[in-house]
């Protein structure tokens, strides 16, 4: 069971929002104030933390940096309870850390769907996901939780590709970013005396094609595969939408996509201190 640590100094909330988190069998930890909720966060350690901002001794954004400069509390959830509305007060609140904000009065939904979604996605920051079509698989679905977006990545195929064929030419505008499930995939540059200058050759469980959806260009090159491949076909959108995401997820998806850079930086560093004989090989 998940433990919260509820800091609130109106005993009627924090009464009625106890009740409610205790039907829902999280554990619950109650504070009146922000200095007692700062030590019952760390003796406590809870998977999240619900708080009020204006209370006495300490108030919400005291208790925020506090918890923040701590390294044991810093990555603890954080969600902010309380009557301000106004944009600068949210905004405020977001700039220390916070990672969502419930104004009051506030209905049983509301609140415990913001803490399951804080959750979800605290958990997809701790969780490693490995570079393959299962990992990627896994990612996309806690990020659809995480999200609330259950039609992400409806449109990803997967594609037959036979040797030799075009997967994208050069100058053509990217529509998808793709991962290898299996097989292999070069891209080049042609010249015009019909020689191929190979950019990158790519293998099972590797990404390609995104850059220039991150450099708003046109393909650089062309790629075609090297042998039968399965290719999984990621929309544009969906990429685009999986890196501008909420902090967890997007760290997450970059997380996967540079799997390969530690690997490919060793190969080039055994390339460049090879014998001449094994780097013409």
Request: aromatic share 8%; hydrophobic share 40%.
């Amino acid at each position: 069971m998940k433990k919260i640590l509820l800091i609130e100094d109106n005993p009627d909330v924090r009464e009625n929002t106890s009740e409610i988190l205790q039907l829902a069998n999280y554990i619950v930890i109650t504070a009146e104030n922000g200095k007692i909720g700062v030590e019952l966060a760390n003796l406590e350690k809870p998977d999240l933390v619900i708080c009020d901002i204006m209370m006495p001794e300490l108030d919400g954004y005291g208790v925020l940096h506090i918890l923040n400069k701590n390294s044991e509390t810093g990555g603890i959830p954080f969600i902010f309870l309380t009557a301000k509305t106004e944009k600068s007060d949210i905004r405020k609140g977001m700039n220390l850390g916070a990672d969502d904000y419930l104004t009051k009065p506030f209905n049983d939904t509301d609140l415990l769907n913001a803490i399951e979604a804080r959750l979800q996605k605290f958990s997809m920051r701790q969780k490693s996901y490995e570079s393959t079509a299962e990992g990627l698989e896994s990612f996309i679905q806690d990020a659809k939780k995480a999200l609330n977006l259950s039609d992400l990545c409806k449109d990803k195929k997967i594609k037959h590709v036979k040797k030799k064929a075009e997967v994208f030419s050069e100058d053509d505008t990217p529509l998808h970013v793709y991962f290898i499930k299996s097989g292999s995939v070069k891209i080049f540059k042609s010249h015009p005396d019909g020689k191929e200058l190979i950019m990158s050759i790519h293998n099972t469980n590797d990404f390609f094609g995104f850059e220039p959806i991150l450099e708003g260009s046109l393909y650089q090159g062309s790629a075609i595969a090297m042998q039968d491949s399965e290719l999984i076909a990621i929309p544009k959108n969906d990429f685009i939408m999986l890196l501008q995401s909420q902090h967890d997820v997007s760290v997450g998806f970059i997380s996967l996509l540079c799997k390969k850079v530690a690997e490919k930086e060793m190969l080039l560093l055994n390339l460049a201190y090879n014998s001449v004989r094994q780097r013409t090989a």
